[in-house]
C-alpha cells in the first residue's frame, strides 16, 4: 500500500490532482478568514461623518452664542423699560401728592411723595426728559398718540402713558 501511494503521488499524472485539492483545502480553511464583517466605520465613512458632527456642532455653538445674545439684549431692553416705568410712577405719585396738596386734601404717606407745599406750588413739575418735550410738542400740534409713536420709534403705550401723565396747561 505504501508503495501504491508513493506511485499515486509521484504520477505526473496525478500532480494536477494533487493542486486543486491543495487549492480546496487552502480555500476551505481560509475563507472564514476571508469572509470578514467589513467595519460600517470605515476610515472614509470615519473622516466624512466627523467631519458632519464638527459642522453640527460649530453650528449648534453659534445658535447658542446667538441665544445669548439675544437673551442679554432682551434682558437689557427690559431692564430699560422697567426703570423708564418706575420713573414714570414715581412722577405720577409726585403729581398725585401735588394736586392732592393743591386741592386742600390730606396728603397720603407715600415714600416717593417728599415735595413740600411751596415748591409744589410754586414751581411747574419739570419735564422729565428731552422726549417728553418732544412728545408734548407734537401732541401740542393736534397729532395723535399712535402718530407720535410711528415718528419717534417707541410703542404707542409708552407714549399714550406720557401723555396721560401730562399736566394741563394753566
Known amino acids: 500500500m505504501h508503495l501504491l501511494l508513493q506511485t499515486t503521488l509521484t504520477d505526473e499524472r496525478n500532480l ?11 480555500y476551505v480553511v481560509l475563507r ?5 464583517k467589513r467595519d460600517p ?9 466627523m467631519a ?16 445669548t445674545e439675544m437673551a442679554r439684549q432682551i434682558s437689557g431692553q427690559l ?24 386741592s386742600g386734601a390730606a396728603p397720603v404717606d407715600s415714600p416717593q411723595a417728599s415735595t413740600t407745599p411751596e415748591t ?9 426728559s428731552p422726549m417728553h418735550a418732544e412728545v408734548y410738542a407734537l401732541a401740542d400740534e393736534g397729532r395723535g398718540a399712535k402718530e407720535i409713536a410711528a415718528r419717534l420709534n417707541r410703542p ?3 407714549i399714550e402713558l406720557i401723555l396721560a401723565l401730562r399736566t394741563p396747561k394753566a
Do not use: K, W
Open 16 to 26: 494536477p490532482l494533487i493542486g486543486m485539492g491543495a487549492l480546496a483545502l487552502a
Open 32 to 36: 472564514p478568514m476571508m469572509r470578514r
Open 41 to 49: 466605520l470605515e476610515r472614509n465613512v470615519v473622516q466624512a461623518s
Open 52 to 67: 458632519q458632527q464638527r459642522a453640527v456642532e460649530r453650528q449648534m455653538q453659534n445658535l447658542l452664542v446667538d441665544l
Open 79 to 102: 431692564d430699560t423699560r422697567a426703570a423708564r416705568l418706575q420713573a414714570l410712577l414715581d412722577q405720577a405719585d409726585e403729581r398725585i401728592a401735588q394736586l392732592r396738596q393743591l
Open 120 to 128: 409744589s406750588a410754586s414751581a411747574p413739575v419739570s419735564i422729565a
Open 156 to 158: 404707542s403705550g409708552e
